[in-house]
């Protein structure tokens, strides 16, 4: 193996670009991949823009954290992983004797870590796998025949598995997701596969209806130019959704989520909204008559990672769908470009 790698190394906002670096070194207890396939997804796109709170101005680092690789270094302390693997490697870690991380909800860790956000990611020919990570059970096998940008996706549907139990999405549920981005549409498919009865997508863009549409979407509704309560009310026959999914970083999206709420109704806040514009009008009398619950997720821990690989290997969902444009890593900046530009469900980078 060669010393140096290219990476594609984050300076500033807007200034992402392809260097030659050395190959991480690993420690006796670590791992050493090779990347196959990393996502660009929103939070990587907040990076880019210089938003995101863990690239503090001076921050040089490689961004990437949605991954799938191949194992070729291994630490001498391991014998449960073998060179040759392919993995995926859930991103987060928690202190090890934290609350959170002993309850699984290692994400929610105050000191949680977490590759590609404040160490190195997978933006890389190559990554470490750091020791708590291969301790805490974030490296997880695949099968050699997936694809490895799908394979990836394991991370952004534990995210959306996260919210869907947080709100209970089952047989018989009406649930409108707002907002049909990549993320939605996973929300789309999730809630069909949990069988839900009608899954209504809300969305301003008509090429992103369009699209959620031919996914399996059963109505879609342009929430500027159409009346998004009355279709609710007219699909559930006056009762209101039992789930609404806030899949938008959109205040508008989430104050009417109470108003299309039947009794009884779960609303999760899975988009979060700008840090500097993030308070909403809440009619709190609304939650109380119609005992609502009202919950956010943020993330995913090891162990939604977990269920979400289950899932994948299940072949209960196909998620290769998503998957719309892929791009050499020395292609960079036309891979984030067609990440922003709205067309695509998910962009892929190949190291």
């Given at each position: 193996?060669?010393?140096?790698?290219?990476?594609?190394?984050?300076?500033?906002?807007?200034?992402?670009?392809?260097?030659?670096?050395?190959?991480?070194?690993?420690?006796?207890?670590?791992?050493?991949?090779?990347?196959?396939?990393?996502?660009?997804?929103?939070?990587?796109?907040?990076?880019?823009?210089?938003?995101?709170?863990?690239?503090?101005?001076?921050?040089?680092?490689?961004?990437?954290?949605?991954?799938?690789?191949?194992?070729?270094?291994?630490?001498?302390?391991?014998?449960?992983?073998?060179?040759?693997?392919?993995?995926?490697?859930?991103?987060?870690?928690?202190?090890?004797?934290?609350?959170?991380?002993?309850?699984?909800?290692?994400?929610?860790?105050?000191?949680?870590?977490?590759?590609?956000?404040?160490?190195?990611?997978?933006?890389?020919?190559?990554?470490?796998?750091?020791?708590?990570?291969?301790?805490?059970?974030?490296?997880?096998?695949?099968?050699?025949?997936?694809?490895?940008?799908?394979?990836?996706?394991?991370?952004?549907?534990?995210?959306?598995?996260?919210?869907?139990?947080?709100?209970?999405?089952?047989?018989?549920?009406?649930?409108?997701?707002?907002?049909?981005?990549?993320?939605?549409?996973?929300?789309?498919?999730?809630?069909?596969?949990?069988?839900?009865?009608?899954?209504?997508?809300?969305?301003?863009?008509?090429?992103?209806?369009?699209?959620?549409?031919?996914?399996?979407?059963?109505?879609?509704?342009?929430?500027?130019?159409?009346?998004?309560?009355?279709?609710?009310?007219?699909?559930?026959?006056?009762?209101?959704?039992?789930?609404?999914?806030?899949?938008?970083?959109?205040?508008?999206?989430?104050?009417?989520a109470l108003q299309i709420a039947a009794?009884?109704?779960?609303?999760?806040?899975?988009?979060?909204?700008?840090?500097?514009?993030?308070?909403?009008?809440?009619?709190?009398?609304?939650?109380?008559?119609?005992?609502?619950?009202?919950?956010?997720?943020?993330?995913?821990?090891?162990?939604?990672?977990?269920?979400?690989?289950?899932?994948?290997?299940?072949?209960?969902?196909?998620?290769?769908?998503?998957?719309?444009?892929?791009?050499?890593?020395?292609?960079?900046?036309?891979?984030?470009?067609?990440?922003?530009d709205g067309t695509n469900l998910r962009?892929?980078?190949?190291?």
């Open positions: 193996m060669k010393d140096t790698m290219r990476a594609a190394v984050y300076h500033g906002p807007e200034n992402i670009r392809i260097e030659e670096v050395p190959v991480p070194q690993i420690g006796q207890d670590e791992i050493l991949v090779k990347v196959l396939s990393a996502n660009i997804c929103g939070t990587d796109l907040r990076i880019l823009h210089g938003h995101h709170r863990k690239y503090p101005d001076g921050t040089v680092r490689i961004p990437g954290h949605e991954m799938a690789g191949k194992i070729v270094k291994v630490g001498k302390n391991l014998y449960k992983y073998k060179l040759g693997d392919h993995v995926f490697i859930a991103p987060n870690m928690g202190d090890g004797d934290s609350r959170e991380t002993i309850s699984g909800n290692n994400n929610l860790d105050p000191n949680y870590r977490a590759i590609g956000i404040n160490l190195d990611g997978a933006f890389a020919e190559y990554m470490r796998v750091p020791a708590e990570a291969v301790r805490q059970g974030n490296v997880m096998q695949i099968s050699p025949d997936e694809d490895p940008a799908v394979a990836a996706l394991i991370e952004p549907l534990a995210c959306v598995l996260r919210g869907q139990n947080a709100v209970g999405v089952r047989s018989g549920d009406i649930v409108v997701i707002m907002g049909a981005g990549p993320i939605g549409v996973m929300h789309m498919i999730v809630a069909k596969a949990r069988g839900a009865d009608r899954v209504l997508v809300s969305e301003p863009l008509e090429l992103r209806r369009k699209q959620a549409l031919e996914l399996g979407a059963d109505q879609v509704v342009d929430p500027v130019n159409e009346d998004l309560s009355f279709k609710v009310q007219k699909v559930s026959e006056g009762r209101g959704a039992n789930v609404i999914i806030v899949a938008a970083p959109s205040k508008f999206a989430q104050e009417s009794i009884g109704g779960r609303i999760n806040l899975f988009g979060g909204l700008p840090k500097n514009d993030s308070l909403i009008r809440f009619d709190s009398n609304i939650v109380h008559y119609k005992e609502l619950l009202v919950t956010g997720t943020t993330a995913c821990s090891t162990y939604d990672c977990l269920q979400a690989a289950d899932l994948v290997r299940s072949g209960r969902i196909d998620l290769g769908i998503l998957v719309t444009k892929r791009f050499q890593l020395s292609e960079i900046k036309q891979a984030f470009e067609a990440a922003e962009v892929s980078l190949i190291p």
